[in-house]
T-cell receptor, first 114, second 113 residues
Framework: DAGVTQSPTHLIKTRGQQVTLRCSPK?????VSWYQQALGQGPQFIFQ???????QRGNFPDRFSGHQFPNYSSELNVNALLLGDSALYLC???FGTGGPYEQYFGPGTRLTVT | QKEVEQNSGPLSVPEGAIASLNCTYS??????FFWYRQYSGKSPELIMS????GDKEDGRFTAQLNKASQYVSLLIRDSQPSDSATYLC?????????????FGTGTRLQVTL
C-alpha cells in the first residue's frame, strides 16, 4: 500500500523566485492538505484540495497557490519567495467525505530560501 | 490564548515508566482529536485518533478525551528509548468532511536508559 509521497526532498531557492512542490496521496485517498512547519512549531494549515478545488484555506497570502489533478495528486506553488518561507512543507492525504478523516503525512519537502 | 496548547517539555521519563502528555484546546466545537509522533528531521506520524469522551487504547498507547474540560491526553506505557520524539496534538471541528488540523507546538519526550 503506497503511502503519501512528496518531491523534491530538499530545495534551495533565492528570494523572489518561485517554487513548485508536488504530492501524491495515499492509495484510495482523494483529499490533499498542505501544511507549513517552521522549526520548533507545529504544522500550520495552508489549504486543502478536494475534487480539484480548494475547499479550505488557512491564513496564508495569495503567493501560496495550489492545484489538484484528476488523479488526486497536488501541487503547491509559492511565488515571490521570502526568507520567512523557509520551512518544512508537508502534504497530508485523507478521505474527503464519508470518513474516517485521519490525515497521513508524506515525508515533506525542506525548502530553504537564501 | 492559543487554540491548542501543549507543554513544550522536554518531558524526561526513565525506560519502562509511563509517559503522560497533555493537551488543551480552546474551540468547544472541536470534535476529532489526534496524536502525532515526529522524530527529529522527519514528518509527523499518526499514532492515535479519538472522537468520543473516555479512553481509547492501542498497544502501549492510551488516548484520553474530556470534552467538558477541553482536554486530551496521551499515555505511553513501558516507555522505550525509541519513543523519544516530539508528540503533536491536533484537533479538527466536526464539518462532516476532512477538515484542517490545528496543531499544538508539541511536547518533546526523552526516554532515558
Amino acid at each position: 500500500d503506497a503511502g503519501v509521497t512528496q518531491s523534491p526532498t530538499h530545495l534551495i531557492k533565492t528570494r523572489g523566485q518561485q517554487v513548485t512542490l508536488r504530492c501524491s496521496p495515499k492509495s484510495g485517498h482523494d483529499t490533499v492538505s498542505w501544511y507549513q512547519q517552521a522549526l520548533g512549531q507545529g504544522p500550520q494549515f495552508i489549504f486543502q484540495y478536494y475534487e480539484e478545488e480548494e475547499r479550505q484555506r488557512g491564513n496564508f497570502p495569495d503567493r501560496f497557490s495550489g492545484h489538484q489533478f484528476p488523479n488526486y495528486s497536488s501541487e503547491l506553488n509559492v511565488n515571490a519567495l521570502l526568507l520567512g518561507d523557509s520551512a518544512l512543507y508537508l502534504c497530508a492525504s485523507s478521505f474527503g467525505t464519508g470518513g474516517p478523516y485521519e490525515q497521513y503525512f508524506g515525508p515533506g519537502t525542506r525548502l530553504t530560501v537564501t | 490564548q492559543k487554540e491548542v496548547e501543549q507543554n513544550s517539555g522536554p518531558l524526561s521519563v526513565p525506560e519502562g515508566a509511563i509517559a503522560s502528555l497533555n493537551c488543551t484546546y480552546s474551540d468547544r466545537g472541536s470534535q476529532s482529536f489526534f496524536w502525532y509522533r515526529q522524530y527529529s528531521g522527519k514528518s509527523p506520524e499518526l499514532i492515535m485518533s479519538i472522537y468520543s469522551n473516555g479512553d481509547k487504547e492501542d498497544g502501549r498507547f492510551t488516548a484520553q478525551l474530556n470534552k467538558a474540560s477541553q482536554y486530551v491526553s496521551l499515555l505511553i506505557r513501558d516507555s522505550q528509548p525509541s519513543d523519544s520524539a516530539t508528540y503533536l496534538c491536533a484537533v479538527t471541528p466536526d464539518t462532516g468532511t476532512a477538515s484542517k488540523l490545528t496543531f499544538g507546538t508539541g511536547t518533546r519526550l526523552q526516554v532515558t536508559l
